[in-house]
């Protein structure tokens, strides 16, 4: 990892797998102490070779991008690493650019919270690669290339540091449960399921106020893909995504049922979540502390089933709480 001082006041941090988790006290310190580490990774790998920053674009992300863009503002040196650094986008919707759905595209939120105000800092980001993607027959073409030109820069040495959130179904990207951790490093073509439109439609209110006006499916790169990244960060700062950190950082299993559990196989990687998003996970570490036996409250499993009420769904349950929620 970095050299970069990722401690903070009052840290909470364990580790788990691989990875070495922070709980902060709050979504501000989360952006800061990732930008700070991101920063610190970029200009150390921009010294050998090209840079790759690989992006969620979601609200997790907000708070580091708009710390990382307060560091541009005061490093020139961080300035000119940005100007030369490849972004690549993780996922996104079928959606063409003009359409009266593209602000909901992950392409309009990188470009509306990232890329413009990053470039009136740094000047013009040369190498922006968003996923061009129309819903029509040419995307399966689009994707192949794109994840094509991620890897070529890969063999090229680029150092890939990735920013991944976790979903409230601990998803991944876009990759659910309902596709394997066990396949080729790729991007795919995935189902959006009921958790995953929910989320959508929690997120995006404005734009998702039902869910038949969620698209049905989503471009992704697969976990295996994402695993490929030299450095990960994962933003986790929701309360609602209080069961999803406890999944995926509760134990040391990889479960196929929360993909962003994978990310304890990999040799590099840190996680900062709020303490807020970890309270659940929490519990349930002291907990097992005293008590290598121990589960949660029947009062904290029914604030968690809790999460996935929606009075707009009200059929909706989490598969991946049903399947998990007995171990914990």
């Known amino acids: 990892m970095s050299q970069a001082d990722t401690s903070g006041a009052g840290d ?6 691989a990875v070495r988790v922070h709980a902060t006290n709050d ?9 700070a580490a991101i920063a610190a990774d970029l ?22 991008c708009r710390s990382l863009i307060r560091l541009a503002e005061q490093d020139e040196p961080l300035r000119a690493v940005l100007r030369a650094t490849h972004f690549f986008q993780f996922d996104d919707y079928p959606i063409a650019r003009g359409g009266p759905q593209f602000p909901a595209t992950f392409r309009h939120l990188l470009e509306h919270y990232f890329y413009e105000p990053l470039s009136a800092v ?4 040369a190498h922006v690669h968003p996923l061009e993607l129309t819903g029509g027959a040419g995307d399966e073409a689009v994707q192949r290339r794109y994840r094509d030109d991620l890897l070529a820069l890969r063999a090229k ?30 991007m795919i073509s ?12 929690l997120d995006w209110p404005h734009l998702f106020p039902t869910i038949d006006q969620v698209p049905t499916r989503a471009i992704t790169f697969n976990v295996p893909m994402f695993l490929l990244a030299d ?23 990889v479960l196929n049922e929360v993909p962003s559990s994978a990310l304890k196989q990999h040799g590099h990687a840190e996680a900062f979540v709020t303490r807020q998003a970890a309270r659940a996970l929490l519990e349930f570490r002291t907990g097992r502390a ?6 949660l409250s029947p009062a904290t499993h029914a604030r968690l089933a809790a999460l996935w009420r929606d009075e707009r769904l009200p059929q909706m349950a989490s598969s991946t709480f049903m399947a998990v929620a007995p171990q914990m």
């Open 122 to 125: 740094c000047g013009s980001l």
């Open 231 to 253: 450095r990960i960060y994962d933003n986790t700062p929701q309360a609602q995504k209080e069961y999803a950190v406890l999944a995926a950082f509760g134990t040391e299993a």
């Open 157 to 186: 040495g680029a150092a890939l540091i990735e920013l991944k959130g976790t979903g409230m179904d601990g998803h991944w990207g876009f990759h659910g449960a309902e596709t394997p951790l066990d396949m080729e490093p790729d």
């Open 190 to 201: 995935v189902p959006m399921n009921s958790q995953n439109m929910r989320q959508q439609m």
């Open 12 to 17: 909470t941090a364990f580790t788990c797998g």
């Open 43 to 64: 200009k150390e790998r921009a010294a050998s070779g090209p840079t790759v920053l690989w992006l969620m674009a979601a609200p997790s992300a907000f708070a580091f």
């Open 290 to 295: 005293r008590d290598p036996h121990y589960r």
């Open 27 to 35: 979504e501000a310190e989360m952006g800061q102490r990732t930008a």
